[in-house]
């Protein structure tokens, strides 16, 4: 009988630490100019909360803000950056800060990071603007970004690529690291579970028995895909050691791209479904 690839009070442990984190208190706070705020706040508020605003001087800004959870985003004509910067400096915002900087036809979409905590984007108001506003809130609520996108349905996609490819990342780490087979296949297969766990609390699914179902196919998953890197280590032996930190990477990738389209789709799948999926891909 196949061992399974993980420890059950781990994989309980996971469950619980993501279910807290989806559950913290996560916001966004607007600022800057009004009819930027207004722009940003009609967009933050798609299908979600509607953002808490500030369109007073920014002078007064540290003030008014509240607690770690709170992601603080500015947004001003290249003229006051300046100005929103020093607000910023000032107000030491414990979320993490977001300046875009509205730069019109010569906006490049271009991240950078004056400070700790604090993201800028060269921004114009378009479809791709906004996307890199979204994703700059997503990083820089770091693990408040579950709950922030829960609440805020439009910062989905960028805190769900960031927990994919973070997770992604860590997996090719592992499987680069460990050197006996199977060794890793107990911590990938651990992150792949808070990654979809994640992924399902982003989507507002909540953290309870339900995910079950998910986490059986995550199991199974891992027993297909362990098999596909074996197969290919013995056809090439030459390579062997750089296909488990890509069959690691890849899989992962793959598995949390799945689970967001599932969970997109509002967890349509049966458990007969999922456990079929789980058990075509060990052989």
Known sequence: MAKLPLNLSKAIEAWKEVSTRTEQTAGILLAGESRLVE????????????????????????????????????????????????????????????????EGAQATGRVTHPGLGLARVSFSDSAAGWRQVFACCATEAGHQSVALARRYPALR??????????TAGQNALIGLAFFVPGADMPAMTLNQIKMVLSVAGIHGERIDLDRAVELAAIVGMGFGFRSVSRRLARRMP?????????????????MGLGAVRYFEKGAPASTSRLVALAGSLKH
């Open 157 to 166: 996609m960028a805190a769900a690529q960031k927990v994919i490819n973070r």
């Open 39 to 102: 722009l940003a706040q009609h967009h933050f508020s798609v299908g979600g909360t509607v953002p808490a605003t500030w369109v007073g001087p920014l002078a007064e800004l540290p003030g008014f803000l509240s607690g770690p959870g709170e992601v603080l985003v500015v947004l001003v004509p290249a003229a006051a950056e300046a100005e929103a910067l020093d607000a910023i400096e000032r107000s030491a915002p414990k979320g993490g800060a977001v300046i875009a900087v509205e």
């Open 238 to 254: 030459a390579v062997g050691w750089v296909l488990k930190p890509l069959t690691g990477y890849g899989a992962t990738m793959a």
